[in-house]
């Protein structure tokens, strides 16, 4: 589950990858349009919807935090 999810994050934005911080957006590896690209290409991914609430900074904060976050979605 987590590969699958690192490859999309991938193939939106390779530097994710490489990016150790705790503040993507803000170091600017990460913009909000690319936010929405990882978030729609997730939910196709998985035939899920993430809901909008949890489209925040903190659950986009580096990889971890997206896998972190998806890995509760598809628990829920």
């Given at each position: 589950m987590e590969e699958k999810i690192l490859?999309?994050?991938?193939?939106?934005?390779?530097?994710?990858?490489?990016?150790?911080?705790?503040?993507?957006?803000?170091?600017?590896?990460?913009?909000?349009?690319e936010v929405i690209d990882i978030v729609a290409a997730l939910e196709e991914e998985f035939d899920i919807e993430i809901d909008a609430s949890l489209v925040v900074a903190e659950?986009?904060?580096?990889?971890?935090a997206i896998v972190k976050m998806m890995l509760s979605v598809l628990d829920a």
């Open positions: 490859k999309i994050i991938e193939e939106i934005n390779p530097d994710i990858l490489k990016y150790e911080g705790n503040t993507m957006m803000e170091d600017g590896t990460v913009d909000s349009f659950n986009f904060a580096n990889k971890d």
